[in-house]
């Protein structure tokens, strides 16, 4: 039974990379339960018993998806300026989408499974990290959910509109123009000698686990009238 395991994961993984290549260079359209067996030399039916159905399918694709984006995230390191290290990450989301159009459109459009949900919280977690970063440097002007949510939401669109555009008229400057105007609200010119209120929350917020003296409640009710005051 054990050297049966590493089989089945081993058709898997082929199905899932067969199915990945099927859908970057001939659409989704050309992702068939039919198409892809026949590409990785199965049963059809291996497909129903591995994945249930298609949806299953495609549900591992999009996990496979993430792990690719992944893996060409840069760890974040102490040394990086954490601006730099910021609009590094933002250079990667977009450059991903524009290389992987249509695994792109599948990993933002399919309801992730458990599995492929992890992956991406995992991505999510190293975009927070950065954030925080930049608000420890006092570098951050809005709370730092508020900042993770307008960099995800801004760069998976401009990724959409870009990779729904000719490439031969695609306009190269959109994601540049939409960094600029994402940073402009979200970071300050430097790190203020003069801090307002909702700045300085941002930056206490940001180190609020390592302050010492705090019981789990008095912390967590910190945070709440820090975020009040950055939202403020």
Same mark, same amino acid.
């Given at each position: 039974m054990a050297d049966l395991i590493p089989a089945r994961d081993s058709t898997r993984a082929r199905?899932?990379? /067969?199915?990945?290549?099927? @859908?970057?260079?001939?659409?989704?359209?050309?992702?068939?339960? =039919?198409?892809?067996?026949e590409a990785a030399d199965v049963q059809a039916p291996t497909i129903y018993? !591995?994945? %249930? #159905?298609?949806? %299953? @399918?495609? #549900?591992?694709?999009?996990e496979f998806g993430f792990a690719r984006y992944m893996e060409q995230k840069h760890p974040v390191e102490a040394d990086d300026d954490p601006v730099d290290n910021l609009r590094a990450g933002w250079e990667l989301h977009i450059g991903f989408g524009l290389e992987n159009p249509e695994l792109f459109r599948l990993m933002h459009t399919t309801v992730a499974s458990p599995e492929g949900?992890?992956?991406?919280?995992? %991505?999510?977690?190293?975009?927070? *990290?950065? /954030?925080?970063?930049?608000?420890?440097?006092?570098?951050?002007?809005?709370?730092?959910?508020?900042?993770?949510?307008?960099i995800r939401s801004a760069g998976t669109g401009? /990724?959409?509109?870009? !990779? #729904?555009q000719p490439r031969e008229t =695609?306009?190269?400057?959109?994601? #540049?123009?939409?960094?600029?105007?994402?940073?402009a609200v979200i970071l300050t010119e430097a790190a203020p000698t003069v801090w307002s209120?909702?700045?300085?929350?941002?930056? !206490? &917020?940001? &180190?609020? &686990? *390592? @302050?010492?003296?705090?019981?789990? &409640?008095? =912390?967590? @009710?910190l945070g709440e009238w820090l975020d009040r005051i950055a939202r403020g």
């Open positions: 199905l899932v990379e /067969v199915a990945a290549q099927l @859908l970057a260079t001939q659409g989704p359209d050309a992702v068939t339960t =039919r198409s892809v067996a018993r !591995i994945f %249930g #159905d298609k949806a %299953g @399918l495609l #549900d591992a694709v999009a949900q992890a992956v991406a919280d995992a %991505g999510g977690a190293v975009l927070l *990290e950065r /954030v925080r970063r930049v608000a420890k440097a006092g570098r951050l002007r809005v709370a730092e959910h508020r900042a993770v949510e307008l401009v /990724v959409f509109t870009l !990779i #729904d =695609r306009d190269a400057s959109l994601a #540049d123009l939409a960094w600029a105007a994402v940073a209120a909702a700045a300085a929350a941002v930056t !206490i &917020s940001a &180190s609020l &686990s *390592e @302050l010492q003296g705090f019981t789990e &409640s008095e =912390r967590a @009710l």
